[in-house]
């Protein structure tokens, strides 16, 4: 699933995963995991985190690959962020869930998180687009991409992936 930050791939990520009966896997769930271990990946996770620093690639597929590789069927957010990480990843179906900047900055405002300022959301914001839009251009290439209008409620979004999804499953 891709989804800007504040977007709704988690939620939608679980949602999912239950109705189809498959696992949900989060990247940011597994590299806490690897920290909270203390596994040599998690610290070197734990070192950007100190930092303020998103992990390089290499770190991050790292802690993903191998568990992707153990499983069959499973709806993943967060992964791949950018087209690194997508190298040697093929897919089914890939989510994007759009969702436009001012809905996601309300969002994260709402959290009330001491790090989710306007700058420090806008910024966030401009390095996923850089990141993510050739990363939606690579998959709609390949057939696979499902574009989800994002802003709406909740469970007209989960059925919709619901209904989509079946289709195309």
Known sequence: MLAPPGGGKGTQGLRIAEELGIEHISSGELLRAAVAADTPVGRQVAQYMTAGRLAPDAVVAEAVKPVLQERHAYVLDGYP????????????????????????????????????????????LKQYEADTEPLVEHYRDQGVLVRIDGDRPADEITAELIETLKIRG
Do not use: K
């Not at 001012?102 to 959290?111: C, D, G, K, T």
């Open 81 to 124: 962020r950018n087209l690194a990480q997508a190298q040697g990843l093929d897919f089914d179906v890939v989510v994007y869930l759009d969702v436009p900047d001012a809905v996601v900055m309300q969002r994260l405002l709402a959290r009330g998180r001491a790090d989710d300022s306007e700058p420090v959301i806008a910024a966030r």
